[in-house]
């Protein structure tokens, strides 16, 4: 079994900052894609960023310019640097991460964070 822990969501004003990380553990072999989405209410889950193991990086447009996705492959942790957080950010974040697990034939699994609230109102 993996376990994916977010933290870091909140309360920010207009134009202010967040840090969200997420902690992937268990038996895991790999960890191929990590990233992030988010579903404000009443609408879809939508992608935010993802990342690959090599480093590649995806984004949505709306966050693009503003939102920086990395990970740490020794930590299994993946975060998001949210800067210039507009109102229509308000959401709540999930973690998403691709995990080859143990043990053999090492299956490959998606695996969800259970969210973390990000409200941006002033």
């Known amino acids: 079994q993996v376990q994916l822990v977010e933290s870091g969501g909140g309360l920010v004003q207009p134009g202010g900052s967040l840090r969200l990380s997420c902690a992937a553990s268990g038996s895991m072999f790999r960890i191929s894609i990590m990233g992030w989405y988010r579903q404000a209410p009443g609408k879809q889950r939508e992608l935010v960023a993802f990342?690959?193991?090599?480093?590649?990086?995806n984004y949505a447009d709306s966050v693009k310019g503003r939102f920086t996705i990395s990970r740490d492959n020794a930590k299994n942790t993946v975060y998001l640097q949210m800067n210039r957080l507009k109102p229509e950010d308000t959401a709540v974040y999930y973690c998403?991460?691709?995990?080859?697990?143990?043990?053999?034939?090492?299956?490959?699994?998606?695996?969800w964070g259970q969210g973390t609230q990000v409200t941006v109102s002033s």
């Open positions: 998403n991460a691709d995990v080859w697990v143990d043990p053999p034939p090492r299956p490959l699994y998606k695996y």
């Open positions: 990342m690959t193991s090599s480093g590649t990086t």
